[in-house]
Every structure is written in C-alpha cells, then in structure tokens.
Nanobody
Framework: EVQLVESGGGFVQAGGSLTLSCVAS????????IGWFRQAPGKEIEAVSG????????YYADAVKGRFTISSDNAENTVYLQMNSLKPDDTAVYYC????????????????????RGKGTLVTVSS
C-alpha cells in the first residue's frame, strides 16, 4: 500500500525557514507527479508546488514563487519543500500528494485529482 508521510512542520517566526519532507513508501511508479498542498484555517486547500518525474518540470503557486523550492531524492523516495522568508499567511497544514501518470510542463495541480495523499504537517508562522 502506497503511503505518503510528511514531516518537518513546526513553529517559526516570520522571515524564518523550514524544510518539509515527504517520504513515499511502496511508491514504485516511474511516471508520476508529486506535489505539496496546504490548507489554512477556514480556507480551501490550495496547490503550493509540484514536480514531474518525467521532465523535472516544477510548479509554484504565485504566492510562494521565489521563496519555496521543491526537490526530490529518488533514491530515498523523498520529496522536499524548502520554505524561506516565511510569512504568517503561510500558516497552514501542508499535505503531500501524488498521482501516477506522464506529466510534462506542470502548470497546476488539483488536490482532488491526486490518488495518494498524506495526512499533513502543521506549519505555523508567527508575526
């Protein structure tokens, strides 16, 4: 059974940094897209960043461009989200999610279209 487990969340002051990790167990697909989503209190879940296994293309939401970086370590079956210059608006539960398939030039992600989803890790940014 495929499982995605996030870690790395925590409490940080505005301007600080955190790195989230998503370990994908039993994930043996060669073709997939994997990404990070977040849900702030009282808000809809939104896509933050994603990466394609096929061409390495990445997607970033406008709100995080230039501050967040997604990367993957295929040998460790792990995807990372490096978050710098954090703002209080970044406070949310961050979820990792993945879907099988061939994806090129990712321009967006839909959480409800991702077959595999983690349980999330909380990021709190204080002002």
């Amino acid at each position: 059974e495929v499982q995605l487990v996030e870690s790395g969340g925590g409490f940080v002051q505005a301007g600080g940094s955190l790195t989230l990790s998503c370990v994908a167990s039993e994930f043996t697909f060669d073709d997939y897209a994997i990404g990070w989503f977040r849900q702030a209190p009282g808000k809809e879940i939104e896509a933050v960043s994603g990466i394609s296994s096929n061409d390495g293309s990445t997607y970033y939401a406008d709100a995080v461009k230039g501050r967040f970086t997604i990367s993957s370590d295929n040998a460790e079956n792990t995807v990372y989200l490096q978050m710098n210059s954090l703002k209080p608006d970044d406070t949310a539960v961050y979820y990792c999610a993945a879907v099988e398939g061939i994806y090129h030039r990712i321009v967006g992600l839909n959480y409800y279209g991702m077959k595999y989803r983690g349980k999330g890790t909380l990021v709190t940014v204080s002002s």
